[in-house]
Protein backbone atom coordinates (compact mmCIF):
# COMPACT_ATOMS: atom_id res chain seq x y z
CA UNK A 1 0.00 0.00 0.00
CA UNK A 2 1.31 3.59 -0.62
CA UNK A 3 -0.14 6.25 0.60
CA UNK A 4 0.17 10.02 -1.40
CA UNK A 5 0.01 13.49 0.56
CA UNK A 6 -0.50 16.39 -1.50
CA UNK A 7 0.49 20.13 -0.07
CA UNK A 8 0.93 23.55 -1.32
CA UNK A 9 -2.33 24.17 -2.65
CA UNK A 10 -4.19 28.01 -1.48
CA UNK A 11 -5.68 30.75 -3.01
CA UNK A 12 -3.29 33.35 -5.54
CA UNK A 13 -4.24 35.82 -8.28
CA UNK A 14 -4.17 35.20 -11.69
CA UNK A 15 -0.85 35.78 -13.02
CA UNK A 16 0.65 34.18 -9.64
CA UNK A 17 2.42 30.87 -8.57
CA UNK A 18 1.85 27.53 -6.35
CA UNK A 19 3.80 24.79 -6.21
CA UNK A 20 2.31 21.49 -5.16
CA UNK A 21 4.07 18.59 -3.52
CA UNK A 22 3.30 15.02 -3.56
CA UNK A 23 4.77 12.97 -0.89
CA UNK A 24 5.12 9.21 -1.02
CA UNK A 25 4.58 6.99 1.85
CA UNK A 26 7.57 4.52 0.94
CA UNK A 27 10.45 4.27 -1.92
CA UNK A 28 8.42 3.50 -5.20
CA UNK A 29 9.52 6.70 -7.39
CA UNK A 30 12.44 4.20 -8.80
CA UNK A 31 9.88 2.46 -11.00
CA UNK A 32 6.23 4.39 -10.88
CA UNK A 33 5.59 6.98 -13.38
CA UNK A 34 3.77 9.99 -11.27
CA UNK A 35 1.41 12.36 -12.49
CA UNK A 36 -0.95 15.33 -11.41
CA UNK A 37 -4.58 15.58 -12.25
CA UNK A 38 -6.82 18.08 -11.81
CA UNK A 39 -11.38 18.24 -11.43
CA UNK A 40 -12.90 21.44 -11.34
CA UNK A 41 -16.47 21.59 -10.24
CA UNK A 42 -18.66 20.47 -12.53
CA UNK A 43 -16.27 18.96 -14.61
CA UNK A 44 -14.39 15.43 -15.27
CA UNK A 45 -11.25 14.73 -14.15
CA UNK A 46 -7.55 15.58 -16.34
CA UNK A 47 -4.34 14.60 -16.72
CA UNK A 48 -2.64 17.51 -15.88
CA UNK A 49 1.22 16.18 -16.25
CA UNK A 50 3.16 13.07 -16.08
CA UNK A 51 6.59 12.21 -15.35
CA UNK A 52 8.12 8.57 -15.63
CA UNK A 53 10.07 6.91 -14.05
CA UNK A 54 12.93 7.85 -16.33
CA UNK A 55 12.20 11.48 -15.76
CA UNK A 56 10.26 11.88 -19.11
CA UNK A 57 7.95 14.43 -18.93
CA UNK A 58 4.34 14.80 -20.62
CA UNK A 59 2.04 18.11 -20.40
CA UNK A 60 -1.78 19.03 -21.54
CA UNK A 61 -1.52 21.51 -24.14
CA UNK A 62 -3.56 24.08 -21.64
CA UNK A 63 -0.81 24.27 -19.63
CA UNK A 64 2.45 23.80 -21.48
CA UNK A 65 4.50 26.33 -20.72
CA UNK A 66 3.34 26.94 -17.87
CA UNK A 67 3.44 24.65 -15.64
CA UNK A 68 6.65 22.00 -14.62
CA UNK A 69 6.73 18.72 -12.95
CA UNK A 70 9.63 17.27 -11.13
CA UNK A 71 10.44 14.34 -8.83
CA UNK A 72 12.97 13.85 -6.10
CA UNK A 73 13.48 10.18 -6.00
CA UNK A 74 15.54 10.59 -2.35
CA UNK A 75 12.94 12.47 -0.83
CA UNK A 76 9.59 10.40 -2.13
CA UNK A 77 8.27 13.64 -3.70
CA UNK A 78 7.11 14.83 -6.66
CA UNK A 79 6.02 18.58 -7.91
CA UNK A 80 4.29 20.74 -9.19
CA UNK A 81 5.11 23.93 -9.93
CA UNK A 82 2.38 26.63 -11.62
CA UNK A 83 3.23 29.87 -13.02
CA UNK A 84 0.71 32.18 -15.06
CA UNK A 85 -1.90 31.04 -12.90
CA UNK A 86 -5.20 31.37 -14.69
CA UNK A 87 -8.82 31.30 -13.38
CA UNK A 88 -9.37 28.39 -15.30
CA UNK A 89 -6.94 26.74 -13.43
CA UNK A 90 -8.64 26.77 -10.49
CA UNK A 91 -9.59 23.13 -9.42
CA UNK A 92 -8.70 20.12 -6.45
CA UNK A 93 -5.47 18.69 -8.07
CA UNK A 94 -4.55 15.09 -7.02
CA UNK A 95 -1.02 13.31 -7.64
CA UNK A 96 -1.31 9.54 -8.28
CA UNK A 97 1.38 6.75 -9.14
CA UNK A 98 1.12 3.58 -11.14
CA UNK A 99 3.06 2.39 -14.25
CA UNK A 100 3.02 4.97 -17.20
CA UNK A 101 0.02 3.29 -19.24
CA UNK A 102 -2.44 3.00 -16.22
CA UNK A 103 -1.55 6.89 -15.11
CA UNK A 104 -2.23 8.11 -18.70
CA UNK A 105 -5.36 6.20 -19.02
CA UNK A 106 -6.98 7.95 -15.47
CA UNK A 107 -6.85 4.08 -13.70
CA UNK A 108 -3.82 4.63 -11.35
CA UNK A 109 -4.03 2.24 -8.34
CA UNK A 110 -2.61 5.22 -5.74
CA UNK A 111 -4.09 8.16 -5.07
CA UNK A 112 -3.63 11.30 -3.30
CA UNK A 113 -7.01 12.85 -1.32
CA UNK A 114 -6.23 16.23 -3.35
CA UNK A 115 -5.60 19.89 -2.76
CA UNK A 116 -7.64 22.80 -3.72
CA UNK A 117 -6.19 25.53 -5.83
CA UNK A 118 -7.71 28.22 -6.48
CA UNK A 119 -7.01 31.71 -9.06
CA UNK A 120 -9.13 34.90 -8.84
CA UNK A 121 -8.88 36.84 -11.55
Known amino acids: QVQLVESGGGSVQAGGSLKLSCAAS????????MGWYRQAPGKQRELVAD???????NYADFVKGRFTISRDNAKNTVYLQMNSLKPEDTAVYYC???????????????WGQGTQVTVSS
Open 96 to 110: ATDQLEALVAGTAKY
Open 26 to 33: RSIFSFKA
Open 51 to 57: ISSGGST
